[in-house]
């Protein structure tokens, strides 16, 4: 998500903005007119509209903030000016002078150390002849003076190594104790953003929010009961319904002996 960012607020400090903005909504339930965060709106919620608000928040402490920053700036300055090279040491070849006096006393005593290992073993081979040669004596007495160089050389570069640290942990300024000017200037903006700008905010948008509406349980007609489970059968009476038709019968139709044809009478 984008965030809308105040035109005061530099970029360095956004992260600082939503760091106060989460401990409000994380915190939430510890003031009383914050209490329907959660509920009215979701902490997701406000916090997307805190941050589309970001210009409306952080204007309320302008003023604490400019003064953050500028406390700020004037640290960094010192901090550059302390580790800035000194003008006197430039001029008379500082630091290509340091750098060429580091070289050799780096390699001074490695160059001596190994010149002496040479001439002393050189020098012990030939004292072993028989009968050893004239420059055997030499050969020692170059080994000894060169191991003597080489010490030195190690007991110079420990020194200058010495003092440069010594140096070096009196000009920086450490990391872990902050200036106390600029840690209370960062306090007093947490607290003029948190106060008059975040928590007056998300107080108005709980306001403006109407509460869920619970839908109204209407209770059912009266003389209307549910059916549960199962119905009666519908019994009715036999003669309901029934048809008034009845069968019509009709009985045979009988004739008289006596009733016969008129062609044939009896005797």
Do not use: C
């Not at 055997?136 to 170059?142: E, G, I, K, R, S």
Request: no cysteine.
């Amino acid at each position: 998500m984008r965030m809308n960012v105040a035109p005061h607020l530099l970029t360095e400090d956004r992260a600082e903005f939503e760091r106060v903005l989460d401990d409000a909504l994380r915190n939430a339930h510890a003031h009383p007119d914050l209490a329907e965060a959660g509920t009215r709106l979701s902490t997701t919620q406000l916090r997307a509209m805190a941050l589309n608000a970001t210009a409306l928040i952080t204007t309320a402490a302008a003023t604490e903030y400019d003064h953050f920053v500028k406390v700020r700036e004037q640290t960094r300055e010192q901090v550059r000016a302390t580790a800035a090279p000194d003008p006197a040491e430039t001029r008379t070849g500082g630091p290509d002078g340091a750098g060429v006096v580091a070289v050799v006393t780096v390699l001074a005593p490695l160059l001596a150390g190994t010149a002496a290992v040479i001439f002393l073993l050189v020098g012990a081979v030939l004292k072993m002849l028989d009968p050893a040669p004239a420059f055997a004596d030499a050969l020692l007495t170059a080994g000894l003076f060169f191991g003597s160089v080489a010490a030195a050389g190690l007991l110079w570069a420990g020194a200058g190594l010495l003092v440069t640290a010594l140096r070096n942990s009196a000009t920086e300024v450490p990391a872990e104790a902050p200036d106390d000017e600029l840690t209370r200037a960062r306090a007093a903006w947490r607290a003029a953003l948190l106060e008059r700008g975040v928590l007056p905010f998300l107080r108005d948008a709980l306001a403006a929010t109407p509460p869920p509406s619970v839908p109204e349980q209407t209770p059912p007609p009266a003389g209307r009961i549910p059916k549960v489970g199962y119905s009666g059968p519908d019994f009715t009476s036999p003669n309901e319904g029934a048809s008034d038709i009845r069968p019509t019968y009709s009985s045979p139709d009988f004739t008289s002996p006596d009733f016969g044809s008129p062609e044939r009478q009896p005797d």
